[in-house]
C-alpha cells in the first residue's frame, strides 16, 4: 500500500524492495534466462532435490538480486543474503552454512570479492555439503568435519572474469544478464507506475526506458524522479513533456547519459585525446574509484559503441565525440 511505498523511500535499498518483483513470473525480460532457470527448478522438485549452485554475472541493476530473491519465494524455501566484503574470514561464512536449511538459499552478492581463503573454504561446502569447524583454542584446538543440509548456493558478480576457474566450475547453472531492450523498459515502468500510484502516458513511458541505460534499476529512478517532479509541478500525471522537463532538469541526455558518463567521455577526448587511455589514468584525472568507472559507467559506454577498448586502454568512438559536441553546443546556447 501507499505507507510501505512512502517508507520505502528512506533508503535506497528499501526503495529497490517495493518495486522488487516478487516471483519470477512477475519479471519483465530476460525470456531464456527464465527458461532455463524453470527447467532446473522443475527438475529439482521433481527429483526432491536442492537447486544446483547457480552463478548470475552482469552490470549492476539488471536483476541479479531479484532472482536471487525470487526463486527461494517460488520455492517456498528459507533465503539467507550476505556479500563477499562481508565475509572477512571462513569463521563468517560458518553460520550461514550451519544455518541453512535443506534446498535453502543462500546468496552471495559480490562473489568476486571473497578473500581467497573464504573461497576455498566454500569448495567442500558445495561440493559434498561438509566443513571444517575448528572447536577450542591454542593446544586444545581440534578440528572437526561436520556435515551441513544440502542447499543452493546462488552467487552474483559483476566481474565474472575476475572469478577463479575453480569457483566458477563449481555452478552448474551460469547466467548472464544483459541490457534491456526498451519495450521491456518501458513494460517495467509502466507497471511501476501502478505501483507507485501515478499515471502515465505511452509515449512517456517508451522515453524514459530510452533514456534508463537499459537497465531497470535505472529506469525506476528515472520514474521515481519523474513522480516527484509531476507531483510537484503539475497534476501529477506524467507527460511526455513533463518526462522530458524533469530529465533535462538532472541533466540526463537523449541517450540516457548523465554527468557522470558524459564526464568520463569528456576525460578522455579532452585530456587523452581520445585515448587510448588507461582506466587508472582516468579514474585518476576524474577523482572517481576505478571499479565504480569500470562496474557502473563503462558497460552502457562499450554496449553503444561510445567507448571501445582496445589493449592499449580505452578510445572515445567518432559517436561519443558527436554526441558529447552536440550537448556542448546546445548548452552554450541555452
Ligand atoms: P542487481 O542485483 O543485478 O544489481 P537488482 O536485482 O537489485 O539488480 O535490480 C534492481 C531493481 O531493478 C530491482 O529492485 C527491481 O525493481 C528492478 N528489476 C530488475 N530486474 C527486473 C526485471 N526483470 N523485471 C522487473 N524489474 C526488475
Redesign the pocket.
Do not use: C, S, W
Given at each position: 500500500g501507499r505507507e510501505a511505498i512512502l517508507q520505502g523511500e528512506s533508503s535506497p535499498n528499501e526503495e529497490?524492495k517495493s518495486?522488487?518483483?516478487q516471483s519470477i513470473s512477475e519479471?519483465?525480460?530476460?525470456l531464456e534466462v527464465r527458461e532455463r532457470l524453470k527447467v532446473v527448478v522443475d527438475a529439482a522438485v521433481k527429483r526432491d532435490e536442492p537447486l544446483g549452485h547457480i552463478l548470475f554475472d552482469?552490470p549492476?541493476?539488471?536483476?541479479?538480486?531479484?532472482f536471487a530473491t525470487c526463486i527461494p519465494k517460488d520455492l517456498g524455501v528459507n533465503f539467507q543474503l550476505t556479500s563477499g566484503p562481508a565475509l572477512q574470514a571462513p569463521k563468517d561464512l560458518v553460520p550461514y552454512l550451519t544455518n541453512a536449511d535443506e534446498k535453502s538459499i543462500l546468496f552471495i552478492d559480490e562473489i568476486h570479492r571473497l578473500p581467497k581463503a573464504v573461497e576455498e573454504y566454500l569448495y567442500t561446502a558445495m561440493e559434498d555439503f561438509r566443513i571444517d569447524i575448528v572447536l577450542g583454542e591454542g593446544t586444545n584446538a581440534r578440528t572437526i568435519n561436520l556435515q551441513i543440509k544440502p542447499f543452493t548456493l546462488i552467487g552474483?558478480t559483476t566481474r565474472s572474469g575476475m572469478l577463479t576457474a575453480p569457483l566458477r566450475d563449481r555452478f552448474p547453472l551460469r547466467e548472464h544478464?544483459d541490457f534491456y531492450t526498451n519495450e521491456e523498459l518501458a513494460e517495467?515502468i509502466r507497471r511501476n507506475s501502478r505501483k507507485l500510484d501515478v499515471t502515465i502516458d505511452d509515449d512517456a513511458s517508451l522515453e524514459i526506458s530510452k533514456r534508463s541505460r537499459g537497465t531497470?534499476?535505472v529506469a525506476?529512478n528515472r520514474l521515481r524522479w519523474i513522480r516527484d517532479y509531476v507531483t510537484s509541478k503539475a497534476d501529477g500525471h506524467i507527460t511526455m513533456q513533463l518526462a522530458q522537463d524533469a530529465m533535462a532538469m538532472q541533466e540526463i541526455d537523449s541517450l540516457g547519459l548523465d554527468n557522470q558518463d558524459r564526464k568520463y567521455l569528456n576525460t578522455i577526448i579532452r585530456v587523452f585525446a581520445g585515448g587510448p587511455a588507461g582506466i587508472e589514468a582516468i579514474a585518476h584525472t576524474m577523482n572517481a574509484a576505478p571499479e565504480t568507472l569500470a562496474d557502473e559507467v563503462e558497460p552502457f559506454l562499450l554496449r553503444t559503441e561510445l567507448l571501445v577498448r582496445t589493449p592499449r586502454g580505452r578510445m572515445v568512438t567518432t559517436k561519443s565525440v558527436e554526441h558529447i559536441q552536440k550537448i556542448m553546443a546546445a548548452k552554450g546556447k541555452g
Open positions: 529497490d518495486l522488487r518483483p519479471m519483465v525480460g530476460q552482469g549492476p541493476g539488471l536483476g541479479k538480486t531479484t552474483a544478464l517495467i531497470p534499476r525506476n
